[in-house]
């Protein structure tokens, strides 16, 4: 029998106040199933883009946590709060003499020093974890948190915008971030305030685009979930943009959902990771072997018949 549940993902335009897992409980309730997942946590701060896997979409989650993603923040220069943006109240405060040697140039170099492959310390009320328990949790419970550095490669920082309230103790800075999965923006506007000597901390934050979904492509969520909601973007559509495709027949799609390999000559690349589509279904997602070979990796199950 054909599985008649909701299979497929969703755009979404995430709420400011409402945290990730609050959209996954409403669209739960939108569309009545409990199998929902989410790529890419945004903080109860921030808005914009989040991506949500339903049914057999939730196994493109990891590949779509993968990818780029673009950011439009505001960050305020002249004070620091203990995570890094407007969750919690300032703390650490920059000396007026700090905040009134800061100029567009130096900013702008700031700016620059932080652009390209950095390696960047994320905020320590964060979801990593450290030994198996939440950094945030760690932080919360009165922990010394230091987490390690890692590579992160910011692709684009550009200022939009600057305005200068040095009277009232700040300088807000609107800019846009082009940036690698696993990039901290709050670190970011921290880095650039310590880098500059007034400290920093973000504003607002509003993701625009996640790989190749972006902000037009998201659906606002209603009061009233009795609405009708909207049709899902198919698994198929949704593979074709993480990965290379290649076609197969009914046949080889039984074989690879069955674990068995299969050998084509028509695969886009000779190695790596491949999407396997018969007709507009998603098959699998293949690793491609030496000859063509074929193995599924992760498979999702159609109805052949």
């Known amino acids: ?11 979404c335009d995430k709420p400011q106040g409402l945290t990730s897992h609050g959209v996954v409980s ?11 997942g989410h790529a890419g946590t945004l903080d109860p701060m921030a808005t914009g883009v989040l991506v949500l896997g339903l049914g057999r979409g939730t196994k493109l989650l990891g590949y779509i946590t993968g990818v780029s993603k673009t950011y439009l923040a505001t ?8 995570t890094d943006d407007a969750d919690s109240e300032p703390d650490l405060f920059a000396e007026a003499s700090a905040l009134s040697a800061v100029t567009d140039t130096r900013i702008a170099q700031g700016v620059s020093a932080l652009t390209g492959p950095i390696d960047q310390v994320p905020s320590a009320v964060s979801a990593i974890k450290v030994n198996g328990q939440r950094s945030y949790a760690r932080v919360r419970a009165g922990e010394e948190v230091e987490l390690k550095a890692r590579r992160v490669e910011i692709s684009r920082f550009s ?7 040095v009277s009232e103790g700040h300088i807000d800075v609107d800019v846009e971030v082009d940036c690698s999965s696993g990039t901290y923006v709050r670190a970011l506007a ?12 973000l504003t607002a934050l509003r ?3 996640v790989g190749a979904f972006g902000i037009d492509d998201a659906v606002t969520i209603p009061e009233d979930l009795d609405t009708a909601a909207p049709a899902l973007t198919s698994l198929a559509e949704v593979a074709r943009t993480l990965l ?9 799609a039984k074989a690879l959902m069955q674990g068995k390999t299969v050998t084509t000559d028509r695969s886009p690349q000779e190695s790596g990771e491949v999407v396997v589509i018969c007709d507009e279904d998603l098959v699998s997602i293949a690793e491609v072997r030496a000859g063509g070979v074929l193995k599924s990796q992760t498979a999702f199950a159609i109805d052949l018949a």
Do not use: C, F
């Open 1 to 11: 029998m054909s599985d008649t549940s909701p299979q497929g993902v969703l755009v």
């Open 26 to 36: 409403r669209i739960r309730r939108w569309y009545g199933t409990r199998k929902v």
């Open 75 to 82: 960050i305020r220069l002249g004070s620091a709060t203990p």
């Open 159 to 165: 200022i939009l915008d600057t305005r200068y309230s």
């Open 190 to 201: 921290r880095d650039l305030g310590g880098n500059l000597g007034v400290y920093g901390h």
């Open 207 to 209: 993701r625009t685009r």
């Open 244 to 252: 290379p495709s290649v076609h197969v027949d009914a046949g080889e």
